[in-house]
């Protein structure tokens, strides 16, 4: 069984190292300021005691106030897993860096979530729609579609 | 493997999609109404007093019998589909073990289930490809009607929207005794077709041109 590291214990150990990076921990997942995203997720990949080496899942959540984007990450040689989530707060226009960059399996996620949500992710080799096609209108899961 | 350069040079990604985006809408805007069924011809035979005649009823049964499908089952009904198929139900009991995976081979259509729009205008294109005559049974709620995804962004609203529809087998999915059903449904309306060609056409067509123009 996949252990999960509690949001709690990872803030402790990222705190000195990225000083008000993290918003807020929880034992589900930690709170990431956008600016330092790819900063903390850079570290969860590449520090031999975490070595998050697999990006599971990436979704996003319409709160009205702001986007949740929500990174599932999966660490195969420590066995443990971690739940990342990053905020943005503009709605005419949301931007969050892309993690592509360290997880190619990130591509088509983010597309899937630029397609939908209408989050645009800067950085990205390849943005544009991935299941509806050019020309539709709007972005259909956000909560003020239709 | 390099791709040639010279062969990319026509195109790019990003105008295929918009060719395709502007297709889909072309498509849409061009199905709001439903398509009616093809079954006027159903009412003739009350109407004019035809009566089938011995070529009628064996063209018929040549069809009826031998109803080969064409590929197309986007979405889960196609595992009812499958069950239908294979040993159990046995479709092959109503000549149609023949899977065509080309469309110019079949002419049956059985749309075992939800249609996006982003995958109608290849459904319009397989439908148009098969050569007549053809037939199509919607398979399932989303078939017939859109089903619980009739009010989607993404979803058609029933078949009959891009392509005439003969028989609808609704459930979800429907038991491949339904589809049975349907099937059988299909080859009863296939044997009360009437065709252009009669015993009296022949004939005439037998004849020689003068005599027929002196008539």
Redesign the interface.
């Known amino acids: 069984m996949t252990v999960a590291l509690s949001g709690i214990e990872v803030a402790r150990q990222l705190g000195p190292r990225f000083p008000e990076a993290i918003i807020e921990s929880s034992n589900q997942a930690i709170v990431v300021k956008k600016e330092q995203l790819t900063a903390v997720m850079d570290y969860l990949k590449n520090s031999p005691e975490l070595s998050f080496s697999f990006l599971s899942d990436i979704t996003a959540t319409d709160y009205f106030d702001y986007f949740e984007i929500t990174y599932q990450l999966t660490s195969f040689e420590h066995n443990h897993k971690l739940t990342v989530k990053t905020r943005c707060y503009d709605r005419n226009k949301p931007v969050v860096p892309s993690v592509t960059g360290l997880w190619q399996g990130a591509n088509f996620m983010e597309r899937e979530i630029f397609d939908l949500m209408g989050i645009e992710f800067s950085g990205h080799p390849n943005l544009?729609?991935i299941?509806?096609?050019?020309?539709?209108a709007g972005h259909?899961l956000r909560k003020d579609y239709? | 493997m390099e791709i040639d350069k010279s062969l990319t040079a026509n195109y790019d990604?990003?105008s295929i999609?918009?060719l395709?985006?502007?297709e889909?809408?072309a498509l849409k805007a061009s199905s709001a109404s439903i398509i009616p069924d093809p079954d006027e011809w159903l009412n003739e035979e009350i109407k004019r007093n035809i009566f089938l005649t011995t070529l009628d009823w064996a063209i018929n049964w040549a069809r009826r019998s031998s109803l080969w499908p064409a590929v197309s089952f986007p979405a889960c009904c196609a595992m009812e589909f499958m069950s239908a198929f294979v040993a159990r139900f046995d479709l092959a009991r109503f000549g149609m073990e023949n899977m065509r995976s080309s469309p110019r081979q079949a002419d049956l259509m059985i749309t075992a289930g939800t249609l996006t729009?982003?995958m109608a205008p290849q459904i319009k294109r397989v439908y148009e490809q098969m050569a007549e005559p053809k037939w199509v049974i919607a398979m399932g709620a989303c078939a017939c009607s859109g089903g619980i995804f009739a009010n989607s962004?993404?979803v058609v609203p029933g078949y009959n929207h891009i392509i005439p529809v003969d028989v609808y087998v609704p459930g979800c999915p429907p038991r491949p005794e339904a589809l049975l059903y349907g099937i059988q449904t299909l080859q009863k309306k296939i044997a009360r077709m009437h065709h252009s060609i009669t015993v009296p056409d022949l004939k005439k067509a037998l004849e020689p041109e003068g005599v027929r123009g002196g008539a």
């Open positions: 544009k729609r299941f509806l096609w050019e020309g539709f259909p239709l | 990604s990003k999609d918009l395709e985006g502007a889909i809408e729009w982003k962004y993404a």
